[in-house]
């Protein structure tokens, strides 16, 4: 069974910082891709960042690039996302999921809550 389970979200001022973290099971994490996404209350669903653990090769949102960086510990079946100088529009439920290639998804996480106040 596929589980994606993250943690580390929160509430934090703006130009703080969290970690996400997301833990995989189930599945040959090295054979997939994982993305963040983020869906904000009233918005649609969007990709924040991607990460393919064969290769180490990374993709961004135009967003976050420069205060976001993903990385993953294949060791340990984990996928992170390290997110500095965040701004009250980052609020968010952030996803953790994995698919074939980077933003295509075939299992979901629960979500976190990332709450950044100004």
């Known amino acids: 069974e596929v589980q994606l389970v993250e943690s580390g979200g929160g509430l934090v001022q703006a130009g703080g910082s969290l970690r996400l973290s997301c833990a995989a099971s189930?599945?040959?994490?090295?054979?997939?891709?994982m993305t963040w996404f983020r869906q904000a209350p009233g918005k649609e669903r969007e990709e924040v960042s991607c990460i393919r653990p064969s290769d180490g090769s990374t993709y961004y949102a135009d967003s976050v690039k420069g205060r976001f960086t993903i990385s993953s510990d294949n060791a340990k079946n984990a996928v992170y996302l390290q997110m500095n100088s965040l701004k009250p529009e980052d609020t968010a439920v952030y996803y953790c999921?994995?698919?074939?290639?980077?933003?295509?998804?075939?299992?979901w996480g629960q979500g976190t809550q990332v709450t950044v106040s100004s």
């Open positions: 999921a994995t698919g074939p290639v980077c933003y295509e998804v075939n299992y």
């Open positions: 189930g599945f040959a994490f090295d054979d997939y891709a």
